[in-house]
């Protein structure tokens, strides 16, 4: 059973504009949420975290909201740019006691595709 | 710089060949894992480990062992490669509630 959950497998946008990536949760114990990008053939990179204490953190053109109440959080991409295509994955971890509190689970991705 | 290497970028073995992946972290991390990317099924956890020596089963296990007999190091152990089995496979450490820093992957292709 899936605890974080991306429900678009792809997404499209002209460069210049917003893209907002969607990521949904079930797990309330989970208290701290990243975001990674992947190009083919590369290992994933960090791109941008936030606690369970905040509602939204920024780090240049990427801001990541997360909304409690909802079990939800997105990441808006301002302005988009070509280079940003690739497959984003959204992650939890959670409030775990030994051995499960390291664990990271992750969402199946989304294909994002900026065209100019 | 920290850095996940994993030791091979490309591997290409035969079905019911025994494959090592090896990954080393220079970071000290006390959590190291091993994932496999898919199409459409995206990272799906096959173990890890928090410790030395320490390991526990992640959601797809089944046919795959694993060795941490150093902080440094995590290995992945494929007991009898399969056609399955083909996959990227992406190796990862953390510490504590941080991010997890990635190797660049290793293709596998059993043929």
């Known amino acids: 059973d899936q605890q974080v959950k991306q429900n678009s497998p792809s997404l499209s946008v002209q460069e210049g504009r917003i893209s907002i990536l969607n990521c949904d949760y079930t797990n309330s114990m989970f208290d701290y949420f990243l975001w990674y990008k992947k190009y083919p053939a590369e290992g994933p990179t960090f791109l941008i975290s936030?606690?369970?204490?905040?509602d939204k953190n920024e780090d240049g053109r990427f801001t990541v909201f997360l909304n409690k109440s909802a079990k939800h959080l997105s990441l808006h991409i301002v302005p988009s740019q070509p280079g940003d295509s690739a497959v984003y994955f959204c992650a939890a971890s959670g409030i775990g006691r030994g051995s499960t509190l390291g664990r990271l689970y992750f969402g199946r991705g989304t294909q994002l595709t900026v065209w100019p | 710089d920290v850095k996940v290497t994993q030791s091979s970028r490309y591997l290409v073995k035969r079905t019911g060949e025994k494959v090592f992946l090896e990954c080393v972290q220079d970071m000290d991390h006390e959590n190291m894992f091993w994932y496999r990317q898919d199409p459409g099924l995206g990272l799906r956890l096959i173990y890890f480990?928090?410790?030395?020596?320490?390991?526990e089963k992640g959601d797809i296990p089944e046919g795959y062992s694993v060795s941490r007999e150093k902080k440094e190091r995590f290995s992945l152990i494929l007991e009898s490669a399969s056609t399955n089995q083909t996959s990227m496979y992406l190796c990862a450490s953390r510490a504590g509630n941080t991010e997890a820093f990635f190797g660049q992957g290793t293709r596998l292709t059993v043929v």
């Open positions: 936030i606690s369970s204490i905040k």
């Open positions: 480990s928090y410790d030395v020596k320490m390991k």
